[in-house]
């Protein structure tokens, strides 16, 4: 079954730490991959997204990600946080398998992130 | 340019009652999707219409329905209101439904089932 996993649903980190947050999938094929960030009472911003080429992705707000197939994981990290990164943060994944597009985009279940100053 | 609009911001219902959302796509843009973000449950994809057409639906009852109007707009219609419909109802939209493509999202609407 298609699915997503972040296994960090709250992390606390010091403005000016870095930070990882991870992201793991099951997918039968090579997934489109995404990360979007949700601050409270809004909708979804798209940080970044892969689709193939380099595996190392450059997003918005000083933010990337790596994907590694041999781990089926799409980490997204940041070297300096910012308090004005507290949010919520969804890894997603989109299809491109045999199966035909189904338009759906299979969400993890989020990590809050809170920033200490 | 603007993004995806949705009204009304936040809708309370009671129970056994009808929910109409509406979402406004970038311009340009062709295919919608609605999720469902219900807590406790994450994001949930419920619709996707392109180019007037339903063509897929995530696992919900019949009673989640909509229609993409000539225009790209559309609308959710949640009939049989249940309490455990409250959530927030976001609306999505991509350029041509094409696989793979990125989904830009709306400020969401937040319905409340009493």
């Known amino acids: 079954a298609q699915s997503v996993t972040q296994p960090d649903i709250h992390i606390t980190v010091s403005e000016g730490a870095s930070l990882e947050l991870r992201c793991n999938y099951s997918?039968?094929?090579?997934?489109?991959l995404f990360w979007y960030v949700q601050s409270p009472g809004q909708g979804l911003q798209l940080l970044l997204k892969y689709f193939s080429g380099d595996t190392l992705v450059q997003g918005i707000k000083g933010f990337e990600a790596e994907f590694k197939r041999s781990q089926s994981s799409f980490n997204l990290r940041k070297p300096s946080v910012h308090w004005s990164d507290a949010a919520e943060y969804f890894c997603?994944?989109?299809?491109?398998?045999?199966?035909?597009?189904?338009?759906?985009?299979?969400f993890g279940q989020g990590t809050t992130l809170q920033v200490k100053p | 340019e603007a993004g995806v609009t949705q009204s009304p911001t936040h809708l309370i219902k009671t129970r056994g009652q009808q929910a109409t959302l509406r979402c406004s796509p970038i311009?340009?843009?062709?295919?919608v999707y609605w999720y469902q973000q219900a807590l406790g449950l994450g994001l949930q994809f419920l619709l996707w219409?392109?180019?007037?057409?339903?063509?897929n639906r995530g696992n919900f009852p019949p009673r989640f329905s909509g229609r993409q109007f000539p225009n790209y707009s559309s609308e959710l219609n949640v009939n049989a209101l249940e309490l455990e419909d409250s959530a927030l109802y976001l609306c999505a939209s991509s350029p041509h439904g094409g696989r793979g493509e990125t989904q830009y999202f709306g400020p969401g609407t937040r319905l409340l089932v009493l």
């Open positions: 997918y039968g094929a090579t997934p489109y």
């Open positions: 219409y392109d180019e007037g057409e339903e063509r």
């Open positions: 997603a994944v989109g299809g491109r398998g045999g199966s035909g597009n189904t338009g759906k985009l299979i």
């Open positions: 311009s340009g843009h062709t295919s």
